[in-house]
């Protein structure tokens, strides 16, 4: 006998799977990210309660559901297997991140995998921040010390062979049937949880006096959920809550101030995660128990989407020396006149309709990384040498790198 027809998982309803299993792996290992998570709500719900008409950057479904992941991997072909994986869920890789600029340097190349699509933004729009280490970059690297770290890498492999084949097959279908889904992304959520294994410390070591994120890539051999951020409507007030329920919050929030008028792009605050038990093997074999602290908890509050012209606008407006008291030098107090200027993006250019921020600000975001790295390299004066650009990491990774303001044109005709 045959059955009715097999229930279906659609693209956007595995990212959405995707998204809600990695953040139950979270919380089950970093449980202050389950209090964020708890606290976001309730700051969402008491803004909706205050400014009940204001769906103006998406809906309470989406916003209460909506994360963004941070994950690192090793070289240009982990960063393939990534980009092969996450084709998957309708994730793609959207604009070139250079962190080796950021105020404090750090010794990686990214981009960002999410949706692209309006209707697939609004299903759900989760997206994940990856990073690649930058071996080639001598400032970090020595010669020496480059080969043996991309000789542990080579030897290293971070997703099965079976896992990344599912993928592409359930990417060119554009689905899967819902029994495989689950198997799926159980699959791939594992891939991304903290190792148990224990960690070669001298090589551990060795690497963090380079960069505690070079040690956190290679330093282990897999990869792991750095941070999972969830998104408010009201930066201010769960800042403040967080503080209440006596979570030590960073002194700023990072990104634009906090001004009368349009909120634009990203402002997000963060937490140092708890020290977190790993197991550590050193050099004569013997095993021991210590500590890292990697790991944080971050949060977010997204506005518009910044036009090229609008965006140096807010280059100009950040290198102020109080960006919150000149804002209005340099941004309308209105949609109306953001719009009007071409600053921002409105859909169907309606100001009352603001095309929501989908993407990063990590070099703006350098109080974050000071202040959850115990420490890392300082900056050097030799120039950069290497090759690391949108269009290498494109052909390496054989995907094209979507540019985002072409992204927003597109959806600000919707
Ligand atoms: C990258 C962090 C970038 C953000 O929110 O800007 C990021 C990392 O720490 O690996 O997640
Ligand atoms: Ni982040």
């Not at 209460?64 to 991997?73: F, K, N, Q, S, Y």
């Not at 309308?332 to 953001?338: G, K, N, R, W």
Request: charged content about 25%; glycine content about 8%.
């Amino acid at each position: 006998m045959t059955g009715g027809p097999v229930p279906r998982c659609e693209t956007w309803q595995l990212r959405a799977q995707f998204a809600a299993a990695l953040s139950r792996m979270y919380g089950s290992e970093v449980p202050a990210y389950d209090t964020l998570v708890e606290v976001s709500a309730e700051v969402n719900a008491a803004h909706l309660r205050r400014h009940p008409q204001d769906r103006r950057l998406g809906s309470l479904e989406r916003v209460t559901a909506e994360r963004h992941g941070a994950i690192r991997v090793g070289n240009a072909d982990e960063l393939r297997q990534v980009a092969d994986l996450f084709s998957a869920f309708g994730m793609y890789p959207v604009g070139f991140y250079d962190l080796r600029t950021a105020a404090s340097p750090v010794p990686v190349v990214s981009t960002a995998f999410r949706p692209i699509h309006a209707d697939e933004l609004a299903r759900n729009p989760f997206r994940v921040f990856t990073s690649m280490l930058a071996t080639a970059d001598t400032r970090f690297f020595a010669p020496d010390l480059r080969t043996r770290v991309e000789t542990f890498l080579n030897g290293r492999r971070l997703f099965g062979a079976e896992l990344l084949s599912t993928a592409r097959r359930i990417a060119d279908e554009g689905g899967c049937p819902a029994d495989e889904a689950r198997d799926f992304v159980a699959a791939a959520v594992a891939c991304f949880a903290l190792s148990r294994e224990p960690i070669d410390r001298g090589w551990y070591d060795e690497l963090s006096a380079v960069s505690a994120v070079a040690a956190d890539i290679a330093g282990v051999r897999s990869t792991h959920i750095n941070h999972l951020t969830p998104r408010v409507l009201d930066i201010d007030a769960l800042q403040g809550s967080m503080t209440q329920r006596g979570i030590t919050m960073i002194e700023a929030i990072q990104g634009p101030p906090a001004v009368d008028g349009p909120e634009v792009l990203l402002r997000q605050t963060s937490f140092r995660a708890l020290a977190e038990p790993r197991r550590f093997r050193a050099a004569d074999g013997a095993l021991s128990e210590g500590s890292l602290r990697v790991r944080f908890g971050e949060v977010e509050q997204r506005g518009v989407a910044l036009t090229p012209q609008g965006r140096s606008r807010y280059d100009a407006a950040m290198a102020e020396a109080d960006p919150a008291a000149t804002w209005h030098r340099h941004f309308p107090a209105t949609d109306a006149q953001m719009c009007a200027d071409g600053l921002a993006y409105y859909h169907g250019g309606d100001p009352t309709r603001p095309v929501v921020y989908e993407d990063f600000l990590p070099a703006s975001a350098a109080g974050i990384f000071r202040s959850n790295l115990d420490r890392d390299a300082p900056g050097t004066d030799r120039p950069d040498d290497t090759q690391y650009s949108r269009h290498w990491m494109a052909d390496r990774i054989g995907h094209h790198i979507h540019d985002p303001y072409e992204l927003y044109e597109k959806v600000a005709c919707t």
